[in-house]
């Protein structure tokens, strides 16, 4: 596809060699959180990583916004005990927030994934009316994924902004630049599927917004990406912005969701109505 060195622009471990070190200060920084912050565990289906663990929020306020954090790996990896801290930033500000876990590939596809994600919010829907759907990376697709999800097709009786917007950090939105790379070995897409998993060709949300945001330093396909969901859906009339995160890899771009004060943080904030 048009001569560009697809390994090279989604290879991220590759493009960030001290991935190591930082993915284990997420380990540590979310472990760290979770002794002081014990989340309260929700079960959306059998199996054991089907789980949402939800941090903070205001006691006592029923169906308050909730805010959501779909974790990356390239739906291959990790879970969201990996994240707990990425709730530190809202749960400062008195909101809650919904970290949940999803099998990985190759033992189901990314489609699966899709369906579980939307199961998980189904069974948020519970405690909140309003969810703000955030993700990094294959989270950032989950994300989008959600927002252009037609709820009301699954059950009549939820709001149709169930998911009011999504901000999607590092994410991927058209799938099939990956189909030749090495990450494709768990994923198995093919042409089609990557396509029918690839938010950027559905039918535009007919609500809320969407917030795609990339590291200045990730490579030239992760902006090109997130530029395109924006033109595209804001030309089908829902508003969005496309933005670069000064310094930031693909590793650093979620720090800011940690940090209380940061912009990430204050968006997030504004768009749960806070």
Request: hydrophobic fraction near 45%.
């Amino acid at each position: 596809m048009n001569g560009i060195d697809y390994e090279a622009e989604y290879n991220n471990r590759a493009r960030v060699p001290e991935n190591p070190e930082l993915m284990a200060g997420w380990a540590r920084d979310a472990a760290a959180y979770r002794e002081q912050n014990a989340p309260r565990r929700i079960a959306y289906g059998p199996e054991p990583r089907h789980v949402i663990d939800v941090f903070g929020g205001d006691k006592g306020e029923d169906k308050a916004p909730l805010a959501v954090f779909i974790h990356g790996g390239y739906w291959q990896a990790l879970d969201g005990s990996w994240f707990s801290h990425m709730a530190r930033g809202l749960n400062a500000h008195g909101i809650g927030v919904a970290i949940p876990t999803y099998d990985l590939c190759p033992q189901v596809s990314v489609a699966d994934i899709i369906m579980q994600m939307r199961e998980a919010m189904l069974e948020l829907a519970k405690i909140s009316e309003t969810l703000v759907v955030s993700g990094h990376s294959a989270g950032g697709h989950l994300a989008a994924c959600m927002l252009a999800t037609d709820w009301k097709a699954y059950e009549d009786s939820l709001p149709p902004q169930l998911v009011r917007a999504a901000y999607a950090i590092s994410g991927l939105f058209e799938l099939e630049p990956l189909v030749a790379t090495s990450i494709n070995k768990a994923l198995r897409l093919d042409a089609a599927s990557a396509r029918a998993s690839s938010p950027l060709f559905w039918q535009p949300p007919s609500h809320g917004s969407l917030d795609a945001v990339v590291g200045e330093a990730e490579s030239a396909e992760y902006h090109r990406q997130s530029k395109a969901i924006a033109e595209a859906w804001n030309e089908a009339g829902i508003a969005t912005s496309y933005g670069s995160l000064p310094a930031a890899n693909h590793f650093t771009a979620i720090a800011p969701l940690a940090d209380p004060a940061s912009a990430m943080t204050l968006r997030l904030k504004q768009l749960a109505g806070r």
